[in-house]
T-cell receptor
Framework: GENVEQHPSTLSVQEGDSAVIKCTYS??????FPWYKQELGKRPQLIID?????GEKKDQRIAVTLNKTAKHFSLHITETQPEDSAVYFC???????????FGAGTRLFVKA | NAGVTQTPKFQVLKTGQSMTLQCAQD?????MSWYRQDPGMGLRLIHY???????DQGEVPNGYNVSRSTTEDFPLRLLSAAPSQTSVYFC??????????????FGEGSRLTVL
């Protein structure tokens, strides 16, 4: 089955700096890679996703990149703000599959 | 629409007790699932369902039962609670995966403590 590894587990940056979170997956059949943000005490919510036929996707200050050959994908947050402080989860879903498998999460702290 | 509704939000059980976490969605989603969230371990899939009458195991199914008699409801049952089941539980739903739409909509979570 799919296994998703996520690094780092904790990331602390200064406001205005960039943050990068990296994930690797094991199942080469995976074709959908979402990222979820979970604020303290809240439910996870989708912030961006990428499919296997796309190498990069941007949405304002966040972007995701995908390298299918190496089986890794990354989340990039530019110009970080205190409200970006949260736990971020990457995930993967195989083609035709129904299981969304999550990484262990990255706790991002943005210091003002 | 209320989205995904979970009850109860908090529950304390004694070892060996049973209980059911309720989950309901009003978005006509075919796919529903249960996750548990533990510190440092992310969200782990317990059970999932791709439609009424169909359920399957996830990554950590032991100690939990599910059923899906309607599209709207997907309850999670703990038959004999153990301290290792102390966790935050999230129910999530999604549109039919056959349409390749993958976004999960989560409930607010249920915090369970087993003493």
């Amino acid at each position: 089955g799919e296994n998703v590894e996520q690094h780092p587990s904790t990331l602390s940056v200064q406001e205005g700096d960039s943050a990068v979170i990296k994930c690797t997956y094991s199942d080469s059949a995976s074709n959908y890679f979402p990222w979820y943000k979970q604020e303290l005490g809240k439910r996870p919510q989708l912030i961006i996703d990428i499919r296997s036929n796309v190498g990069e996707k941007k949405d304002q200050r966040i972007a995701v990149t995908l390298n299918k050959t190496a089986k890794h994908f990354s989340l990039h947050i530019t110009e970080t703000q205190p409200e970006d402080s949260a736990v971020y989860f990457c995930a993967a879903i195989p083609t035709g599959g129904f299981k969304t498998i999550f990484g262990a999460g990255t706790r991002l702290f943005v210091k003002a | 629409n209320a989205g995904v509704t979970q009850t109860p939000k908090f529950q304390v059980l004694k070892t060996g007790q049973s209980m059911t976490l309720q989950c309901a969605q009003d978005m006509n989603h075919e796919y529903m699932s249960w996750y548990r969230q533990d510190p440092g371990m992310g969200l782990r899939l317990i059970h999932y369902s791709v439609g009424a009458g169909i359920t399957d195991q996830g990554e950590v199914p032991n100690g939990y039962n599910v059923s899906r008699s309607t599209t709207e409801d997907f309850p999670l049952r703990l038959l004999s609670a153990a301290p290792s089941q102390t966790s935050v539980y999230f129910c999530a739903s999604s549109m039919d995966r056959g349409l390749d739409t993958g976004e999960l909509f989560f409930g607010e979570g249920s915090r369970l403590t087993v003493l």
